[in-house]
């Protein structure tokens, strides 16, 4: 049975105003890392902040497990820019009255920064001060880490790295991640769960397995007669990848490039088709149809 983490309920947050947030649930489970999706003023940093206790909801719970470690990076790195990476985290480890001196050198190993020696924060490039930021949040060694835009100014190389980081801490301590981000194709091949936020509001949530399954393409046939239309694709056309819906549609996961020749073959042997064509989306135009479409490209 799945732990669940972390609970948040009808949570809503205004100011003055403006409703930021807007009856917002989610819940989280251990060892499962949470896409949180959303255009610029979506809410889901507002969300975030909520969550670790950065601002208070008007309304609405937050619970956790107890006992429950929260390591968090939200909008941008908590740094002092005057200190070195090094010094950031010793600085950090002993607010938090972490005894373990060792933890520096390993956190800064794991983030990719080992070789920033003396160099002083405000020196950093974008991407080394997003790397240290997630140092810092990983210092009390988190069951659950919430990070905003993680891979903002990494170059490519540097966001593979985080992502199989984010892969590695999910898996190896089963930490549960809750990550925002722009980079809707990173996501996907980073989080095993979504949330989709827009307007404050959650206009969607689903497992990766559900996203694959709204963007993946298809030969959708609608026929009169869906155990012949199956039959023939069997037997006649060798499909095998196909998935009977519930409204009797059949999805074909194949053949994508025989249009012409499974629609004649299905009329030949007397398939009355009433919809014949290609369906599936990206992630970024299925993101765009949930909001509204593409005035908010």
């Known amino acids: 049975m799945n732990t669940t983490i972390l609970k948040a309920e009808n949570i809503t947050k205004c100011y003055k105003q403006q ?63 005057s200190l070195s990476a090094k ?19 390993e956190l800064l190993e794991t983030v990719g920064l080992t070789n920033a020696g003396t160099k002083k924060a405000k020196d950093f490039s974008l991407g080394m001060k997003q790397r240290l930021g997630i140092a810092l949040a990983l210092l009390p060694n988190p069951e659950l880490l919430i990070l905003d835009e993680p891979i903002n100014g990494l170059d490519p190389i540097g966001v593979v790295e985080i992502r199989r980081l984010l892969k590695k801490l999910c898996t190896e301590r089963e930490m549960t991640i809750i990550v925002s981000s722009h980079n809707l194709p990173e996501l996907y091949q ?22 694959d399954e709204a963007c993946k393409q298809a030969i959708v046939i609608r026929s009169t007669n869906t155990v012949l239309t199956v039959n023939v694709l069997e037997q006649q056309l060798d499909v095998t990848n196909f998935k009977v819906m519930p409204d009797e549609s059949v999805k074909v996961y194949e053949g994508l ?36 479409g593409g005035q908010h490209v």
Request: glycine share 10%; charged share 20%; aromatic share 6%.
């Open 87 to 105: 010094d950031n985290l010793k600085a950090q480890r002993l607010l938090l009255g972490i005894p373990n001196a060792n933890v520096e050198s």
């Open 19 to 81: 409703t930021v947030l807007d009856n917002v649930s989610i819940t989280c489970e251990k060892g499962k890392i949470y896409g949180l999706i959303g255009v610029n003023g979506a809410g889901k940093s507002t969300l975030m902040k909520c969550i670790v206790g950065l601002t208070f909801p008007t309304a609405g719970v937050i619970t956790f497990e107890p006992n429950t470690r929260v390591g968090c990076m939200i909008e941008a790195p908590a740094i002092d820019l």
């Open 257 to 292: 490039d025989r249009l012409a020749e499974i629609s004649t073959k299905l009329v030949e042997n007397g398939v009355g088709l009433t919809f014949y064509g290609i369906q599936g989306d990206t992630l970024e135009n299925y993101f765009l149809s949930l909001i509204g």
């Open 190 to 211: 980073t989080a095993t769960d979504y949330f989709i936020i827009h307007q404050g509001r959650l206009v969607k949530k689903l497992t990766l397995e559900q996203l």
